[in-house]
């Protein structure tokens, strides 16, 4: 099986611009979460989405959205980018029925913003 | 609050030796932990549950809910063990929010 596939692996924006990133579930996976990890802040939750509604969200202003379409994959946007917006954006599936916790996680989108 | 607290940014032993990560949480109520395990070019992946009281290449997790505390424990660490360890935390939000902790480094030196 395939695991989770985010795209872009790298991009660079300026300030000011917005972003969109993709995350691809692993097959069967419904569940789509989101993570923001940093050096300074380490590993924090954006969201969460399951059959296309979000049912969970972190602590993030609301320039931090995301999507969840008809076949399981997660899009999350960021726009008006901020210096502080520079991180690895994580993206982990989770299958239904599955064991509580188990996250399945991309290899991430590095976003740098200057 | 919920927090988990990873008291050491980096730990360092030789191979053969024991190791202890080390894992503090605050929770109210009967809390959910995991070990996630990071290697070198791979992807973040879960090593255990507290749930499961499983040993896993020959790791093993208690929890001690006096001490609020899940440390992470291998008898005899091996060069293969060298990885960024995470200790997390299931969030009271539910689902699959996480809460982690800033991870902990080990290096085991042959």
């Known amino acids: 099986k395939a695991g989770v596939t985010q795209t872009p692996r790298y991009l660079i924006k300026t300030r000011g611009q917005q972003v969109t990133l993709s995350c691809s579930p692993i097959s069967g996976h419904r569940s789509v979460s989101w993570y923001q990890q940093t050096p300074g802040q380490g590993l924090q939750f954006l969201f969460e989405y399951f059959s296309e509604t979000q049912r969970n969200k972190g602590n993030f202003p609301g320039r931090f959205s995301g999507r969840q379409f008809s076949n399981s994959r997660s899009e999350m946007n960021v726009s008006t980018l901020e210096l502080g917006d520079s991180a690895l954006y994580l993206c982990?599936?989770?299958?239904?029925?599955?064991?509580?916790?188990?996250?399945?996680f991309g290899e991430g989108s590095r976003l740098t913003v200057l | 609050a919920q927090r988990v607290t990873q008291p050491e940014k980096l730990l360092s032993v030789f191979k053969g030796a024991p190791v202890e990560l080390k894992c503090n949480y605050s929770y109210s109520g009967s809390p959910e932990l995991f070990w996630y395990v990071q290697y070198s070019r791979q992807r973040l992946q879960l090593l255990l549950r507290h749930i499961s009281r499983e040993s896993i290449k020959g790791f093993t997790a208690d929890l001690n809910k006096g001490e609020t505390s899940f440390h992470l424990k291998k008898p005899f660490a091996q060069e293969e063990d060298s990885a960024m360890y995470y200790c997390?935390?299931?969030?009271?939000?539910?689902?699959?929010?996480?809460?982690f902790g800033a991870g902990t480094r080990l290096a085991v030196h042959p």
């Open positions: 982990a599936s989770t299958k239904a029925g599955g064991l509580p916790g188990e996250l399945f």
């Open positions: 997390a935390l299931k969030s009271s939000g539910g689902y699959n929010k996480l809460i």
